[in-house]
């Protein structure tokens, strides 16, 4: 059986394959479960299985934390499929070719659709898409956690150093070192945390802190590229709204880039939403949130917000339209975007 890194080097991208499709935000965990599970159904006998990150290969350079924790593992992301791959299309047009949906459980963000979903591994609120695919979607801090506790029920022999040290990395991150600051960690996470760092030796509170250093290192990126590094787009009908994560404080970045507002709004036009949702997070004596909304119904969007979601979104003084202090920094997009979705579905309700 051949180790993580040696079956990544090895895959061919020729059809018919299993393909194992992370989100189009191709954070961390969704980058960690395509790769780890992938090799692992292949280990079980599943022929070949390919890894599918549905950006450009070009874009997994703003992600620092990515890179560095797959440099940590040892693993070379060359082996993995990329949205510009040339071997892309063939493999999700092949009408023998199934697919596994991670961390995400809608419309895959390569294909159109057209490739068949036969499983699904993810944290996310249940969409409903894919009712006949075999589902493990549970609300833990981080898919990870959910590739942990399969693999080391099924097939523990799989679980070892590398494997372990990398699915470890994207839990640490998603529930802020197991702290629970952000109000995601479950006791699973936990429990799973724990094996994964005596199987992999790893020292948890010095990965976290390696980790975080990655993830809010912003200062290489411009604006535009900020926005882009962790954004997902989603659309109901014909209104499509676009949601980035960002780790930096409004004043910080509005230090930093006084033209900001007008930035974000270029970035809206450009990338054709209705809405744009920037979400900031930061650590400053405690874990913060802050929320931008740029698009119509603002007002009527932050009322369903707090009303439904509870988010507490209070008007923030001076960095621009659209700006809000987010009080319960326990909601995420996670959270954000079905709501939005079920917001927009009352409109065009009340429309017709």
Same mark, same amino acid.
């Given at each position: 059986?051949?180790? $993580?890194?040696? *079956? &990544?080097?090895?895959? =061919?991208?020729?059809?018919?394959?299993? $393909?194992?499709?992370?989100?189009?935000? /191709?954070? &961390?965990?969704?980058?960690?479960?395509?790769?780890?599970?992938?090799?692992?159904?292949? /280990?079980?006998?599943?022929?070949?299985?390919?890894?599918?990150?549905?950006?450009?290969?070009?874009? $997994?350079?703003?992600?620092?934390?990515?890179?560095?924790?797959?440099?940590?593992?040892?693993?070379?992301?060359?082996?993995?499929?990329?949205?510009?791959?040339?071997?892309?299309?063939? &493999?999700?047009?092949?009408?023998?070719?199934?697919?596994?949906?991670?961390?995400?459980?809608?419309?895959?963000?390569?294909?159109?659709?057209?490739?068949?979903?036969?499983?699904?591994?993810?944290?996310?609120?249940?969409?409903?898409?894919?009712?006949?695919?075999?589902?493990?979607?549970?609300?833990?801090?981080?898919?990870?956690?959910?590739?942990?506790?399969?693999?080391?029920? %099924?097939?523990?022999? #799989?679980?070892?150093? =590398? /494997?372990?040290?990398? #699915?470890?990395?994207?839990?640490?991150?998603? %529930?802020?070192?197991?702290?629970?600051?952000?109000?995601?960690?479950?006791?699973?996470?936990?429990?799973?945390?724990?094996?994964?760092?005596?199987?992999?030796?790893?020292?948890?509170?010095?990965?976290?802190?390696?980790?975080?250093?990655?993830?809010?290192?912003?200062?290489?990126?411009?604006?535009?590229?900020?926005?882009?590094?962790?954004?997902?787009?989603? %659309?109901?009908?014909?209104?499509?709204?676009?949601?980035?994560?960002?780790?930096?404080?409004?004043?910080?970045?509005?230090?930093?880039?006084?033209?900001?507002?007008?930035?974000?709004?270029?970035?809206?036009?450009? %990338?054709?939403?209705?809405?744009? /949702?920037?979400?900031?997070?930061?650590?400053?004596?405690?874990?913060?949130?802050? &929320?931008?909304?740029?698009?119509?119904?603002?007002?009527?969007?932050?009322?369903? #917000?707090?009303?439904?979601?509870?988010?507490?979104?209070?008007?923030?003084?001076?960095?621009?339209?659209?700006?809000? #202090?987010?009080?319960?920094?326990?909601?995420?997009?996670?959270?954000?975007?079905?709501?939005?979705?079920? *917001?927009?579905?009352?409109?065009?309700?009340?429309?017709?």
């Amino acid at each position: 059986m051949l180790n $993580l890194q040696s *079956y &990544l080097a090895s895959l =061919t991208h020729r059809p018919p394959a299993h $393909l194992v499709i992370c989100n189009d935000s /191709a954070d &961390l965990d969704s980058v960690v479960c395509a790769a780890v599970w992938s090799w692992a159904v292949s /280990a079980n006998g599943h022929g070949r299985v390919l890894p599918v990150i549905p950006v450009p290969r070009s874009e $997994l350079q703003l992600r620092r934390e990515v890179i560095g924790h797959l440099d940590r593992c040892g693993i070379d992301p060359s082996g993995l499929l990329f949205s510009d791959s040339p071997a892309l299309e063939p &493999l999700l047009d092949h009408q023998k070719s199934t697919c596994t949906l991670v961390d995400h459980n809608g419309i895959p963000a390569v294909g159109q659709g057209n490739c068949q979903v036969t499983e699904i591994i993810d944290h996310h609120r249940d969409e409903g898409f894919h009712p006949d695919s075999r589902r493990t979607i549970e609300p833990v801090g981080s898919t990870a956690t959910l590739l942990s506790r399969i693999i080391s029920s %099924t097939s523990p022999e #799989l679980l070892d150093r =590398t /494997a372990s040290l990398l #699915l470890l990395g994207p839990i640490l991150l998603d %529930t802020a070192g197991l702290g629970g600051s952000g109000g995601r960690t479950t006791e699973e996470d936990i429990r799973q945390a724990s094996l994964l760092a005596k199987i992999s030796g790893s020292d948890v509170s010095a990965l976290y802190e390696q980790l975080s250093t990655e993830l809010y290192d912003y200062s290489f990126l411009s604006t535009e590229q900020r926005l882009e590094r962790d954004q997902k787009s989603y %659309t109901l009908g014909t209104f499509r709204w676009t949601i980035c994560s960002v780790g930096i404080s409004l004043r910080s970045w509005l230090r930093e880039e006084p033209d900001l507002p007008a930035l974000m709004e270029k970035y809206r036009s450009r %990338t054709s939403a209705d809405l744009l /949702a920037v979400m900031c997070r930061y650590e400053h004596r405690g874990f913060h949130r802050e &929320l931008v909304l740029l698009g119509p119904h603002e007002q009527g969007l932050v009322e369903f #917000l707090n009303c439904r979601g509870g988010f507490g979104l209070e008007k923030l003084g001076g960095p621009g339209q659209g700006c809000y #202090l987010q009080k319960n920094t326990r909601c995420s997009r996670k959270e954000l975007a079905p709501l939005i979705r079920h *917001y927009v579905s009352a409109l065009s309700d009340s429309s017709c």
